[in-house]
């Protein structure tokens, strides 16, 4: 059975304005020591439960990709990210070829600890740029200095990461198209295999939507969403990188190994405070905050919150969903006459490629990835 592992590292320094993952800064979590020295002690709470991962799955197990993200996981020390790399090596099956991906901001690494990364088994990095224009950085409350970018991505390159890749976020407030094309020049200029680009949403609860609802910050331009997604997937394209998921654009043979496993709806193991998995049709996850996830792990008891076993009409919609995400799309026979029905008129208006509906397919076309979370309504469950 295949694998997958994501390992969450719930730290940064400062909580960015737009952000409602479940990440912590020391002063939330009021520690007054460096995120750097608790480093070690975290990192013994993910190897226990680990341990029981072996514990629960019979049989033999191949792990393809172990991904830590975040917060921020290269805030921690390259030996200790190495100690969860050979525990999962031990424990199962780690093929050579598996892709081992470390989410970084650029301002929390040099050539050093990339370098001693790539040393414990990190063979792609990926950075969050989110914009290059310090501006729209400031919005969104982002800590790093755009300059940053190309120096890190440059030392990723020179100690041998073969995979780099960056996440742009498009439709911040107050961003231009000028903005924004800056933004992708940038990164198109960094030695990189691999970009993510996400429209960005603006979550209840976070910073931003609170200065926005007071007026501080103006309105997201919705008209100008559209116009940023075209923009970047033609330059993304005259630059060699090809379309593969909605958001997701990569050089020849550089796509996510880690990021197909859930969008192709196979099995992961999510290790760490708030982490969700999926194993066989079962949705679990863990709690949410650092200290409870210790308690737990420290008491040897179960860090999972809650799980539910999926539907098979939740199954079905969750696969027409991923598949329409991606190039390929969704294979004809496995639709009902309503679905093909409806999706019929979006053939016709150009939604959906009209060739490899022919061929038994139903795949969108640019102007389709602009509508698809409206295609996808038409055919859910």
């Known amino acids: 059975m295949n694998l997958a592992f ?26 007054s020591a460096g995120l750097e020295q608790i480093s070690n002690s975290y990192i013994d709470l993910l190897l226990q439960e680990i341990d029981s991962v072996r514990e629960q799955i019979v049989g033999e197990i191949t792990v393809p ?12 020390q390259p030996d200790d990210i190495g100690r969860v790399v050979s525990k999962i090596k031990n424990e199962f099956d780690l093929p050579l070829n598996s892709e081992i991906t470390l989410e970084c901001n650029p301002d929390t690494v040099t050539k050093v600890s990339l370098e001693n990364f790539k040393k414990i088994g990190i063979n792609r990095v990926s950075f969050g740029m989110q914009s290059a224009v310090p501006h729209v950085l400031a919005t969104l409350d982002r800590t790093h200095k755009p300059e940053n970018l190309a120096q890190a991505t440059t030392w990723a390159n020179e100690v041998g990461i073969s995979e780099i890749s960056v996440d742009l976020i ?38 931003l939507a609170a200065q926005i609802k007071r007026g501080e910050v103006p309105e997201v331009d919705d008209d100008l969403v559209a116009d940023k997604y075209l923009i970047a997937d033609k330059a993304f394209k005259e630059a060699g990188f090809e379309w593969y998921e909605l958001s997701n654009w990569s050089k020849p043979g550089s796509e996510s190994k880690h990021n197909m496993a ?55 919609s969750e696969r027409l969903m991923l598949l329409l995400r991606l190039p390929s799309g969704i294979e004809k026979q496995t639709l009902n006459q309503i679905q093909l029905s409806e999706l019929s008129e979006f053939v016709e208006s150009g939604h959906l490629d009209r060739a490899n509906w022919n061929l038994g397919r139903a795949s969108l076309t640019l102007n389709g990835r602009l509508i698809a979370d409206r295609i996808l309504r038409k055919i859910l469950l």
């Not at 320094?13 to 979590?29: I, S």
């Not at 990709?65 to 921690?76: A, D, H, Q, R, V």
């Not at 990164?187 to 996400?198: K, V």
């Open 262 to 316: 859930y969008w192709n709806g196979d099995n992961w193991w999510g290790a760490g405070p708030g982490a969700h998995s999926h194993l066989n049709g079962k949705r679990f996850w863990n709690v949410k905050h650092p200290n409870l996830y210790k308690e737990r792990i420290q008491n040897k008891q179960s860090a999972v919150a809650d799980s539910e076993v999926l539907k098979k009409d939740q199954i079905e």
């Open 170 to 207: 498009y439709g911040t407030p107050g961003e231009s198209i000028t903005d924004w094309q800056t933004s992708i020049d940038s990164a198109l200029a960094l030695p990189i295999t691999h970009i993510s680009a996400y429209a960005l949403i603006i979550e209840e609860g976070t910073k």
């Open 65 to 76: 990709s172990i991904f830590f993200g975040g917060g921020t996981p290269s805030l921690m």
């Open 6 to 31: 994501y390992i969450h590292i719930p730290y940064c320094v400062k909580r960015c304005g737009y952000c409602d993952f479940n990440t912590y800064t020391p002063a939330e979590l009021k520690i």
